[in-house]
């Protein structure tokens, strides 16, 4: 959805490097999640957000921040990279009602 | 608590053959149920979503779902595969009232020529 990016696309990293991931929405959207995808898992929350002052942790935030620097724009830093944060990492919107609406993903390896 | 379980981790369908992902749920909090869509290289498209107007609902691509309260399902179906219908797909259930989601762990699907 061209309504929601993601910067990079790709990115090869090595371990102990700190990285950030990304995500401006031009949907007006309140709510904005970070998730990572593992094969074979499905999709996992990392962190949430419903507002720039209300930031939430989601069921895996160990070795994860965010920073919420606007309404449209919400970032995830992995501050020391290790080889098992290699993922592909989705941004998601939502607004009113509980559908989200996803960014095209950043594939992201870690040596 | 909240759970989703995609039954087939692979679907294999002929072109022109019937497509059916199957999921089941359990959910004491369950005022919508999704199915997402993700193909090769690209981010989740939602594909329909259930709200408790319809058990029967149509999405997009010529897909529909049915929910069953009773079997606690909520079965993707198309009627004809088509070779642009290869991808991923993804049963989710709202958590909670919190607006979070769970996902199921995807079925993929593959059409054959």
């Known amino acids: 959805d061209a309504d929601v990016t993601q910067t990079p696309r790709n990115r090869i990293t090595k371990t102990g490097k700190r990285i950030m991931l990304e995500c401006s929405q031009t949907?007006?959207?309140?709510?904005m999640y970070w998730y990572r995808q593992d094969p074979g898992l499905g999709l996992r929350l990392i962190y949430y957000s419903f507002d720039v002052k209300d930031i939430n942790k989601g069921e895996i935030s160990d070795g994860y921040s965010v920073s919420r620097q606007a309404q449209a724009k919400f970032s995830l830093s992995l501050e020391s990279a290790i080889p098992n944060q290699t993922a592909l990492y989705f941004c998601?919107?939502?607004?009113?009602?509980?559908?989200?609406?996803f960014g095209p993903g950043t594939r992201l390896t870690v040596l | 608590a909240q759970s989703v379980t995609q039954l087939d981790s692979h679907v294999s369908v002929s072109e022109g053959t019937p497509v059916l992902l199957r999921c089941n749920y359990s959910s004491s909090y369950s005022p919508s149920l999704f199915w997402y869509v993700q193909h090769p290289n690209k981010g989740l498209q939602l594909l329909l979503k259930?709200?408790?107007?319809?058990?029967l609902v149509k999405g997009i691509n010529g897909f529909e779902a049915e929910f069953k309260k009773s079997e606690t399902s909520f079965h993707l179906t198309k009627p004809s595969a088509h070779m642009s219908d290869a991808a991923e797909y993804f049963c989710?259930?709202?958590?909670?009232?919190?607006?979070?989601?769970?996902f199921g762990s995807g079925t993929r699907l593959l059409v054959r020529p």
């Open positions: 949907k007006g959207h309140d709510r």
């Open positions: 998601a919107t939502g607004e009113g009602t509980d559908t989200q609406y």
């Open positions: 989710v259930v709202p958590m909670d009232s919190s607006y979070k989601l769970i």
């Open positions: 259930y709200t408790s107007a319809a058990t």
